[in-house]
């Protein structure tokens, strides 16, 4: 009797145990098949914060330009960015109070006032971060920064597919006449474009140069 009674205790805790074992297991594979919460919260698209970007390319398309914060309280405009940009250097970009930045062709227009520096040439007193030795030098950094800031700002996933035209008051065509330059009107502004301009009045310069060297002096008297 008592054996019999020990076997049926014996069963009905192996019975217990078997139980509880297959619940334990159970509520693993349940908690495990609960998806995982993301660590990283989905976030929204940050903005570009607008920057200024002083400098050149080089002559094989490299980029040489000192990046500096633009600070506004107000919505980011091309003539904010330019007027900013003349604080910062110390250089005249007076732009045209008559349409001074405007949209089509695919592209932005900046109209330089004839006060500016492009036509005035260097100030009398520079920053030395800023300091330009020359009024090719001037301008090719001036061309060069705003089309770079410009781009940057306003087509940063493709920046290169704004293309930025310059003009002087009246939509009138650009003459340094201090370089013997004048920019075409209709044609998109490239640092390439405005060299090849330097260099064939350079050339041009050379050549009349040689010229008038070679030019028979008539006051010289006849050889014997």
Not at 143 to 161: G, H, I, M, W, Y
Request: hydrophobic share 35%; aromatic share 8%; charged share 20%.
């Amino acid at each position: 009797m008592k054996s019999k009674f020990l076997k049926s205790l014996l069963a009905a805790t192996l019975a217990m145990t078997l139980i509880l074992g297959g619940c334990s297991q159970g509520g693993e594979e349940s908690s495990s098949s609960l998806p995982e919460e993301s660590s990283s919260s989905s976030s929204e698209p940050v903005e570009p914060v607008p920057t200024l970007y002083i400098g050149t390319y080089g002559e094989n398309g490299e980029e040489h330009f000192t990046t500096y914060p633009y600070v506004s309280s107000g919505e980011t405009t091309a003539e904010g960015l330019v007027q900013a940009m003349a604080e910062l250097t110390g250089w005249n970009l007076t732009l045209s109070a008559d349409l001074p930045v405007s949209s089509g062709r695919g592209g932005m227009t900046v109209s330089f006032a004839p006060e500016s520096a492009i036509f005035t040439g260097p100030p009398m007193e520079q920053k030395e971060e800023f300091h330009m030795f020359s009024a090719d030098q001037l301008c090719t950094t001036i061309f060069d920064s705003v089309q770079k800031t410009l781009r940057e700002n306003f087509s940063p996933a493709n920046p290169e597919a704004l293309d930025i035209y310059y003009c002087t008051d009246n939509s009138t065509e650009i003459t340094l006449d201090n370089l013997g330059v004048t920019l075409p009107l209709e044609e998109p502004y490239t640092h390439a474009l405005f060299q090849q301009l330097l260099l064939s009045t350079n050339q041009g310069s050379i050549d009349t140069l040689f010229e008038e060297d070679e030019t028979p002096d008539s006051t010289a008297e006849p050889a014997a």
